[in-house]
Every structure is written in structure tokens, then in C-alpha cells.
């Protein structure tokens, strides 16, 4: 195809697989003649992603590429090597991009720039996954925000830009070649995949907000009750923009919750973008001294835990529906997470590596900083003396026990509330429950003195 120099500009996706309500793209579109929409497959990122994600990610780069008329451009390997070879082969002078605010991605996004420059090229970060970026508000005395209160206080009052109604008139470049991505993995859950791209995304969100969100305050806790908005996957990958949804919310009780969960994940985007050591490192530097357990045996509790074995019903129940559906509702991540650390007394960082190699979902900044909030050990986090009775949780948030038996077929004999208590059949707390089930590993009671103990002698 023959170009003329200056007239072509590339759109670099990442994690904005959409059309509408895409900056990046409106920038590109009014400023060049002709457009190359791009996606790089970086073995970095895959190679942490997990077959669920991965596979869920060529999904939606399908629907993109139908989208796009069969035009998106596919190469894998380094980007700083794979964008500047594009940009050198169409000879664009700019690159356009979503900008990024994990700790990988600025990092890969400098080298990008710097090897773009050397060729006299440019790259132009345009808009952001957020509604309000990472780094856009601060405390009055300057700060970045450490309470989740005021930070989604501060959050609403900075407000955002409405949405791109429209999507972008522009002309893509066809006949490059193609061919780099790497082999589609055969996802792990058990289920089918959750639909992908802008199309299913739109259609999850209409579901949603036409509907079930009215009764998202008190519903959201109920795992039994399917009243989610089961978006985050878009999220995850910009197949919908939370400006997109947040323009869609009034001030009524269930709206304004939603509007909420949205603010949470762009404080924890912000937390991240602030302290990118927290990835790994405890933002409760005092807990750095907590004793996690070792060896054979917490590796035995860790299996248990990982395969929905550890004889309470609503932490298998939600481990199990994480195998089987590769998503976990958010109330029994929060049961799941705190047994695991509680309980077990078990690094959150090995759950929280699971839960991103098993969730369509996973998103760094969420699950690690949701893993710390409720390990005690985070930003705005629940002290970490507070301990999650699992029992309790299952009887309060699945108070039939609907959501047990559907996930745990060796207690679906059990009728209402009683799957939360099975081993009281057997009259003993280690007793076998059920053909199958298996007893409790660990005494709660006893674990939760242990944990506290540990706490007082950090």
C-alpha cells in the first residue's frame, strides 16, 4: 500500500478494546487520513495472565478485529521493539495510546517513547481506563489519599469528562501483516466464557443499569442472588469506559452504591499508581513482621483452600465457583480471603497469585489492594484483628444456603441454612458431614486466638 509520509497515524490498544467513547482513537482519527489499529501481545503481561484471562483476551480482540472490518494489526514480542518497527513500516510520525498507570506498563510505555524518539517519532498518551486518572486528586495537604472516604469524596467532586457518544470516523489501514498472536489457550473454568467485546459489554451494562441495579444496595452482599452487574471483565479490558456507566447512574440508593464500587476501583488504581512497591510489599509496613505459615502442611491447607476442601461451605462454595466459572462473587472473596489469612495464616500473596491466574476479571491493582484491604495489611483496611467468621458470613449473606448447594453438590441434600453447620449431623466438629464433604481442616475458634496472638507478637 502506498502512503504518504505524515498522513498515518497508529492506535495502539491495550486496555481500551472499544470503538465508542475511545480518545485515543478520536485523536488519531482527526489528525490523520488514514489509521492502524494495532495490539501487541507482550509475553510480560501474558505470562502472569493465566489461561482464563488469555483466552478471554483473544475473545475480545475477535469481536475488536469483526468491529474493525478484520483490520486489527496483531504482532507479538517487545513493544518498544514491535511499535517503532510499525511506526518505521507505515512511516507515522505518532503513536496513540491510552495512557497506563500500573508499575509494568509506565515503565514499558518510557521505553516505548524513548525508542519512538530516536526515530523522530512521538508517542501521545490520550485519556486513561479511568474516569478520574490515577494521580488527579490529592488530600488538602497534598498527599495522595490513603482513606477510601474522603479519596471517593474528592473523586466525585473532580467529576469526569461525559462520554464519547459517537464513534470515531476514521479510515483504517488494511493489508499489514498480522499473524503474532501467540496460541489460544484452553481456559481453565469449567464453565462457558463470560460473552467479550463492546457489544456483549453494552449489553451486560443495559442488563444491569435497566434493571437489577435499583436493588444493588442491599443485593450486592447476596451471593445467593445473582444481582451483580457481572461488568468487571469489560472493565478489565475497555470493552466499556466507567464514564460510560457512571453517566447512566442517578443519585438513588442502588445507583449511587454502583457509582461507589466504581470509586473503590479507581482508588485502588490510584494507591497502586502512588505506591507501586505495594504489589508485593504490605502497605501496613508495622505488620511487616507477621508470621505466615510454611511447609508441607500449610501447603496441604493451601491445596484445600485452592480446590474448595476446607470444610466450611461458603469459602468452598466460593472457591469452587472460581474453578468452574473463573469469577468469584465479591462478598465470598472477601470469606475466601480472610480464611486464607485468618485461618491458615497463610501470605495473602499466595491468594491473591490464584485468584489473578483463575479470574476473567483480574486486575492488579484491584485484587492485590482487595487482598490487602482485607488482610489487614492494606490502604483503608479493616484492622487486621478483625476476623471473618465463615460460618456467620455464610448464614448472614446465603441465608437458605442456595448458593452452597449450588457449588457443593455433596450438601445439596441439605435443606436451608443448615449446609453453613453439616459436621453438627455428625455431633462433632470434625465429624464427616456428608458422603464426601470433608470435615474442617482447621478449628475457627481456635485460629482466629492464634491470629490475634500473632498480631500482639508482630
Not at 309 to 315: A, E, K, L, S
Request: charged share 25%; aromatic share 10%.
Amino acid at each position: 500500500m502506498a502512503i504518504t509520509p505524515g498522513s498515518i497515524g497508529i492506535v495502539w490498544f491495550r486496555r481500551d478494546l472499544r470503538l465508542a467513547d475511545n480518545p485515543a482513537l478520536r485523536v488519531a482519527a482527526r489528525a490523520h487520513d488514514l489509521v492502524v489499529p494495532v495490539f501487541v501481545h507482550d509475553s510480560v503481561l501474558a505470562a502472569h495472565a493465566g489461561a482464563n484471562r488469555t483466552a478471554y483476551l483473544h475473545a475480545t480482540l475477535d469481536a475488536l478485529d469483526a468491529d474493525l472490518g478484520g483490520l486489527l494489526v496483531e504482532r507479538a514480542g517487545d513493544p518498544a521493539a514491535v511499535v517503532a518497527s510499525l511506526a518505521a513500516e507505515v512511516e507515522a510520525p505518532t503513536v496513540y495510546v491510552a495512557e497506563d498507570f500500573g508499575p509494568y506498563g509506565r515503565r514499558r510505555d518510557d521505553e516505548v517513547e524513548v525508542r519512538l524518539l530516536a526515530d523522530g517519532r512521538a508517542l501521545r498518551r490520550v485519556g486513561s481506563p479511568y474516569a478520574v486518572a490515577p494521580g488527579s486528586v490529592f488530600t488538602k495537604s497534598g498527599s495522595p489519599f490513603k482513606v477510601f472516604t474522603p479519596f471517593a469524596r474528592a473523586w466525585r467532586e473532580h467529576g469526569w469528562i461525559l462520554p464519547l457518544e459517537s464513534v470515531p470516523t476514521a479510515s483504517f489501514v488494511g493489508g499489514l501483516a498480522g499473524g503474532g498472536r501467540p496460541p489460544t489457550p484452553e481456559p481453565e473454568a469449567r464453565g462457558p466464557m463470560p460473552p467479550a467485546g463492546e457489544r456483549a459489554a453494552h449489553d451486560a451494562a443495559d442488563a444491569f443499569l435497566d434493571g437489577l441495579v435499583g436493588g444493588y444496595r442491599d443485593g450486592r452482599d447476596r451471593p445467593d442472588h445473582d444481582r451483580t452487574s457481572r461488568l468487571s471483565p469489560h472493565l478489565k479490558f475497555g470493552t466499556v469506559h466507567p464514564r460510560q456507566l457512571l453517566a447512566r447512574l442517578s443519585d438513588e440508593p442502588g445507583p449511587s452504591t454502583f457509582a461507589t464500587e466504581l470509586a473503590w476501583r479507581e482508588f485502588y488504581a490510584d494507591v497502586l499508581y502512588h505506591s507501586p512497591e505495594t504489589v508485593r510489599r504490605n502497605v501496613n509496613a508495622s505488620l511487616g513482621g507477621l508470621v505466615w505459615d510454611t511447609g508441607s502442611l500449610a501447603d496441604d491447607r493451601f491445596d484445600a483452600w485452592c480446590q474448595g476442601r476446607t470444610g466450611y461451605p461458603i469459602v468452598d462454595a466460593g472457591m469452587r465457583q472460581l474453578l468452574d466459572e473463573g469469577w468469584m462473587h465479591n462478598r465470598v472473596r472477601m470469606i475466601a480471603a480472610s480464611f486464607l489469612v485468618k485461618d491458615l495464616h497463610l501470605d495473602w500473596r499466595r491468594g491473591a497469585a490464584w485468584f489473578l491466574r483463575h479470574l476473567y476479571d483480574g486486575d492488579l491493582a484491584s485484587n492485590t489492594h482487595g487482598w490487602q484491604w482485607t488482610a489487614g495489611t492494606g490502604t483503608d483496611a479493616a484492622p487486621f484483628f478483625r476476623v471473618f467468621n465463615p460460618t456467620t458470613q455464610g448464614l448472614r449473606f446465603d441465608p437458605d444456603g442456595d448458593y452452597v448447594r449450588r457449588y457443593v453438590p455433596e450438601l445439596r441434600a441439605m435443606e436451608g441454612s443448615a449446609v453453613h453447620e453439616p459436621w453438627k449431623l455428625a455431633g462433632d466438629l470434625f465429624g464427616a458431614p456428608a458422603d464426601g464433604y470433608p470435615p474442617p481442616i482447621v478449628d475457627h475458634a481456635a485460629e482466629r486466638a492464634e491470629t490475634l496472638a500473632r498480631y500482639q507478637q508482630r
